[in-house]
């Protein structure tokens, strides 16, 4: 079977199966609407720790061991680990996994990162090249502030625009053979960049990857929309999903009632004053881990098109003048029962 339909998607010959996962999330997570879809969730914004990024290796650490032992795993278990974060050379990701001895390739899509991850160990398996691996990825919203935007204790103003980063973390075990909802399709993203240099519209500069890769996604597979249970992208937030709806409208491809954004699930955004919604690589990892993956185990959806959306700036690009760059990977995920 031809494995590369298309110009950027692939279509998996031996689609590994979803085993296990799991999610941990933070105060604001867990007075959110999705609440009883996390496997942990902390007052602590600080998860035991003395600073905020050592929090976020902690949160990496625990939600490794919480997708293992739901699994009946140990780390020696894993044969790959493909993971990442927001911060600076992925010190969240790197120091959290230190002692756990699983080879580890990590990854930087800001906030496509648990897409790419899941992407990547779902080829890697489908490639005979191992027989377990896990993805996973992280945020914390007073890491991503400090080093993005404002120190927390600055209280600086947010504007309309803003998204509220998640502190939350995810884990995808997967299996090549093993039972549960299967990765089938990757679509690889490209970088698009339409000339967006707020740093508070992350939603505006993402949409036009979201765009580029789930229209590429459906040329490719020759279907629509229509054609699934749920298509969900991650971070967008209100304004970028409303942008990216519309595109895709123009672009004959509307996104109908099946439609929806991690940005928009994990928050309720009026009664938590979240402005536009979520964000962070920890957004879609534990809305990806938690309430998408329980629809298709129990039945609700047959398949699942995940295309999370990332920012690929850095402070330096931010004070050089330098537009925002997008990036969104896509990944189909069916529950063949």
Sequence with gaps: MEKKIGRQTLRLSHPPAI????????????????AAYFDELSDDGFFGEKTWEKAESTMQKRVLSRALEKAGLTASDIDFVFAGDLLNQCIGTSFGLRDSG?????????????????????????????????????????????????????GSQRTPTAQWTATAAGCTILEAGGKGPVVTHVTCGTVEDLGITDANNMGAA?????????TAFFQDTGTKPSDYDQIVTGDLGQLGSE???????????????????????????????????????????SVFNGYLLQQ?????????????????????SSFQGESIPGICHAVLIENKV
């Design 102 to 154: 699983i080879p580890f390739y990590g990854l930087y899509g800001a906030c496509s990162t648990m897409g790419e991850s899941l992407a990547l160990a779902s080829l890697l398996l489908d490639g005979g090249f191992g027989h377990r691996t896990a993805a996973m990825t992280s945020s914390h919203f007073c890491t991503a502030e400090r080093q993005y935007r404002m120190p927390v204790p600055y």
């Design 19 to 34: 085993i296990s996962h799991a999610n941990i999330g933070g105060r604001h997570e867990g007075r959110g609407p999705l």
């Design 296 to 316: 298709l185990e129990n039945g609700t959806w047959k398949t699942l098109l995940f295309a999370p959306t990332g920012a690929l700036l850095s402070p330096t």
């Design 243 to 285: 942008i990216l709806q519309d595109l895709m409208e123009r672009e004959g491809y509307p996104l109908g009632a099946n439609y929806n954004d991690c940005g928009l699930l994990l928050f309720d955004r009026k009664r938590q004053d979240m402005h536009c919604g979520a964000s962070g690589c920890g957004c879609s990892a």
């Design 206 to 214: 993402m949409a036009p990857a979201a765009l580029a890769t789930l």
